[in-house]
């Protein structure tokens, strides 16, 4: 079942169906296939498309682990708003008299390791004429945004069911994975037209109470969310990502020029929480990069036109799970990593801010015009970028950690190549509406050396500059450019 328009998830859906979000490198929808395909060796795999449906077509298309041959079944815009209900009736010509048939709604997340049990239930079980997942709720918001089931976990007798039930009354809820007989599609399409429309889960209670045979469920264990709008969407990331904690890599890239005072140090305390340092190297004159080499990091020593520039290619080259950014002076630590790694199992980054009172340490270089021109920049972001609700006070805070997935997406967006890059990546981040989240970091002292930016007021001056001009740049340049578009149209036209 993917064939809604998705509107509880816009703006997101207006780029692609909630089916197609990417779950461990592979669309939601297919990873729903190949799970259903796996546990039911299914001979024909049925798949309801409406909205933006060439998306659906061309990922299961190029699926070749998929046995069931595929066929499409698309539900006309006016029929879309009939849901489930229209989505059920559509299949009543597939479908032989008596017939079982599995389905599965195509945007939730299913862990995986209930499909197999789920599969030789059905088959099992001595005779039904509706069958659904069922599974036991942690918070009331999982029972509420579901349905209420009414189960016996000793018969296997669902008694009755509820959409959007008001009060807790069942510890189960149900899920959106159904195996029944093709009388409950014929039951959908009797009802599609009426005056008064029922929903698919009242159906169920119908069938109860028509004597036709019973309405039964299996009670699943393993993760589960059905994603219904953005939260979802890091619920189900959290998830997946909670179980594989202990097997993402960590890459810490850290930009230096002429440090050789205070890299080895810095080097030496992030190797301990980091697959590999990488150190870029703009040719420092002073021996840094073979200072850091000593230490134990990864050096890759070349000309670099910035410190955006090296922060790039350094992101460039790791192939690790989490990306982390940090300075090659010692103003941030790795013990303050733990709570930023925290933060980043349900978002896609997490930048850091110093500019917190309690949290500038003494002889840190944060003057009050550069703290509080950092609080002002970082207000236009959030105000400029309002719909993404994101909230800034620091835009050119380096120490930030942030998905290889995510960073991606952006990598080709970015063209900054000095201290404007801190700012260029938040947009970015926010420009393809990723989750970005700032918190509060300890700001140290510099351990020796001086800041290649900010060690003068014209310094300073000169890279604040340089952030808005980018700031303001990205944020316009698109609206210019449809602008400067439309006037052609208009020029041509005339």
Not at 9 to 31: C, H, N, Q, W
Not at 39 to 62: M, N, P, T
Not at 342 to 366: C, F, L, P, S
């Amino acid at each position: 079942m993917a064939a809604g328009r998705g509107t509880r998830f816009l703006p997101y859906s207006k780029a692609i169906p909630k089916t197609m979000l990417a779950v461990d490198g592979e669309p939601l929808i297919v990873r729903n296939a190949l799970l259903l395909d796996r546990a039911f060796d299914l001979d024909i795999l049925y798949v309801l498309v409406g909205h933006k449906s060439e998306l659906l077509r061309q990922a299961l298309s190029q699926v070749k682990s998929l046995k069931a041959k595929i066929e499409f079944i698309v539900i006309p815009d006016e029929q879309i708003s009939g849901g489930l209900l229209a989505g059920f009736a559509a299949v009543v010509p597939y479908l032989e008299k008596e017939e079982l048939f599995v389905a599965v709604l195509g945007d939730e997340y299913y862990g995986g390791q209930d499909h197999q049990a789920f599969a030789g239930f059905v088959q099992s079980y001595p005779d039904f004429y509706v069958c659904c997942g069922v599974k036991k709720y942690g918070f009331p918001d999982e029972y509420f945004n579901n349905y209420s089931v009414d189960f016996d976990a000793n018969t296997k007798i669902i008694k009755q069911v509820q959409e959007k039930p008001a009060s807790i009354t069942s510890p189960y809820f149900g899920l959106g994975i159904i195996c029944a007989k093709r009388r409950l599609a014929e039951l959908a399409q009797e009802h599609i037209n009426l005056p008064e429309r029922t929903n698919l889960i009242n159906l169920f209670n119908i069938i109860a109470g028509q004597g036709a045979g019973p309405v039964v469920g299996y009670e699943f264990y393993d993760s589960y969310v059905n994603i219904n709008n953005r939260s979802d969407v890091y619920k189900m990331k959290r998830s997946i990502r909670q179980k594989r904690w202990k097997d993402f890599k960590i890459d810490v890239i850290i930009p230096a020029w002429n440090e050789v005072e205070s890299i080895a140090y810095v080097v030496k305390d992030f190797l301990p929480v980091a697959h590999q340092v990488i150190v870029m190297d703009n040719h420092s004159a002073d021996g840094t990069a073979q200072a850091a080499r000593a230490a134990g990091a990864k050096v890759y020593s070349e000309p670099l036109s910035g410190y955006g520039d090296a922060i790039k290619k350094g992101l460039d080259r790791s192939n690790a799970d989490i990306l982390v950014v940090a300075e090659a002076d010692g103003t941030f630590r790795a013990e303050d990593l733990e709570k930023m790694l925290q933060y980043i199992k349900n978002a896609d980054a997490v930048i850091g801010t110093r500019t917190y009172w309690q949290y500038i340490e003494y002889g840190a270089n944060m003057p009050f015009l550069q703290r509080m021109s950092n609080i002002v920049f970082g207000g236009i972001i959030t105000l400029l970028w309002w719909n993404r609700k994101s909230r800034f006070t620091d835009v050119g805070c380096t120490f930030r950690c942030l998905w290889r997935e995510s960073y991606q997406k952006i990598s080709d967006s970015l063209i900054g190549s000095g201290p404007e890059f801190s700012p260029e990546m938040i947009i970015e981040l926010l420009n393809s509406w990723q989750r970005v989240i700032e918190v509060p970091v300890p700001y140290h002292a510099r351990i020796m050396g001086k800041s290649k930016f900010s060690n003068s007021f014209f310094a300073s001056a000169r890279t604040a500059l340089k952030m808005l001009r980018l700031i303001l740049f990205k944020r316009y340049n698109s609206w210019f450019n449809n602008l400067v578009a439309l006037k052609g149209l208009w020029l041509k036209k005339d």
